[in-house]
């Protein structure tokens, strides 16, 4: 079998371009792959069709020689928009090899370790109460027992950090009120957080309701501030999905920066690379919670790669029938008392494309506004 064709084609959500990876090969199986773009997306698509000439002819089943052969070629580390290219072309190789070999790819992974993939979702509200409802609506319809929100009731860069914190503190306690006393909540500061005591002092006023995890509060450039916080917080710590391939996580783990790792499977470089990551992360007592606000595709991949992983925690989640992403693929996985479902008898992925549904997307621009603070100096997104 050869790869005779990768061919990048942007779908949209909204007024969000993405873009997807169709490979072909001469025995006619195709397979997909989902990309996520961190910077220019109109970038996405010509490094697709650069990779292309560099692995065009090689059998697609050799997934190990052609990430090898990509990250060699490149010469310099691929960064963001790279691995952005890389991981949805890989995603499309194990699509064609679980389909080659008429098992889904999680088969070709050393098999499952769990029969069901546990999924959380994002809530939000101006209070915990209208949260709670969301969450509990959630419950109702799709069996949700854990939930993502941000800590933030007031506007951090216009707020005395006290009160913000204060605040914080509230809405979490309003959530335990008006929820089953069972169901989890994460927190996600967004990275929005400069100085790492204010990042202790959001989670210390987090910690007596039991967070599920508090996820990214700094930037990840400075290592030793993520090892530094963990040592004093009273939380599980989670981060990564600002991260890229397994030495930028080997730096983090080898330094004790977090409890719980959150690479995306979209930009990390793929299910290869997540699982040589996960192993690392595994040796370290760490478990995996994969960055996945993402489309359906992408979570057909990770539900692969979480029932083979043996440290997998949660995996996040967003309702494709909320979205245009609905139509994406002919039957998308969606969550039954909180869990997804494997497919034993869908070889691949598990899902299949609709092409009709993504034909004709035109590209629309799109781009990340930061915010404005009180003294004209922009925020963290």
């Known amino acids: 079998m050869k790869i005779t064709a990768i061919t990048p084609i942007i779908a949209r959500f909204g ?17 997909w792959g989902e990309t996520y773009s961190i910077g220019p997306d109109l970038a996405v698509g010509p490094t697709v069709d650069y990779c292309f000439e560099l692995i065009k002819g090689i059998d697609p089943r050799r997934i190990e020689f052609i990430m090898m052969k990509l990250h060699q070629q490149f010469r310099f580390p691929p960064g963001g928009i790279g691995l952005s290219a890389i991981s949805g072309i890989d995603h499309a190789l194990w699509d064609i090899a679980g389909k080659a070999a008429g098992v889904p790819v999680y088969q070709l992974l050393g098999g499952n370790a769990r029969d069901k993939i546990r ?35 007031l506007d951090p860069d216009a707020h005395r950090w006290g009160r913000v914190c204060a605040e914080a503190s509230k809405y979490f306690e309003e959530l335990r009120l008006n929820c089953p006393d069972d169901w989890e909540f994460a927190f996600d500061p967004h990275a929005k957080i400069f100085e790492p005591i204010r990042a202790l002092q959001l989670a210390n006023a987090l910690a007596p309701y039991d967070p599920l995890f508090y996820e990214e509060p700094l930037r990840p450039e400075h290592i030793p501030a993520w090892a530094s916080l963990k040592s004093q917080m009273q939380v599980p710590l989670a981060t990564g999905e600002s991260l890229y391939a397994r030495f930028e996580f080997l730096n983090l783990m080898s330094n004790q920066g977090a409890d719980i790792i959150q690479p995306d499977i979209c930009v990390c470089g793929g299910l290869l690379e997540m699982r040589k990551i996960n192993a690392i992360a595994e040796a370290h007592y760490i478990s995996i919670a994969p960055h996945n606000p993402m489309g359906p595709l992408a979570t057909a991949v990770n539900l692969h790669f979480c029932a083979s992983a043996p440290n997998f925690k949660i995996l996040e989640y967003l309702l494709p029938t909320e979205s245009e992403w609905n139509d994406w693929v002919d039957e998308p996985y969606l969550p039954k008392d909180g869990y997804l479902e494997l497919r034993p008898d869908r070889p691949g992925l598990g899902v299949e494309i609709n092409e009709e549904a993504i034909a004709g997307n035109e590209y629309i621009h799109w781009e990340r506004s930061s915010p404005t603070r009180p003294d004209g100096a922009t925020g963290y997104i």
Not at 24 to 31: R, V
Request: hydrophobic fraction near 30%.
């Open 15 to 31: 007024n969000r371009p993405r873009v997807l990876v169709k490979v072909e090969t001469d025995e006619g199986i195709t397979g």
């Open 119 to 153: 999924v959380y979702r994002g809530i939000g509200g101006r209070n915990g109460v209208e949260a709670a409802d969301q969450a509990r609506r959630l419950n109702e319809e799709y069996g949700f027992t854990a939930f993502k929100t941000s800590p933030y009731q």
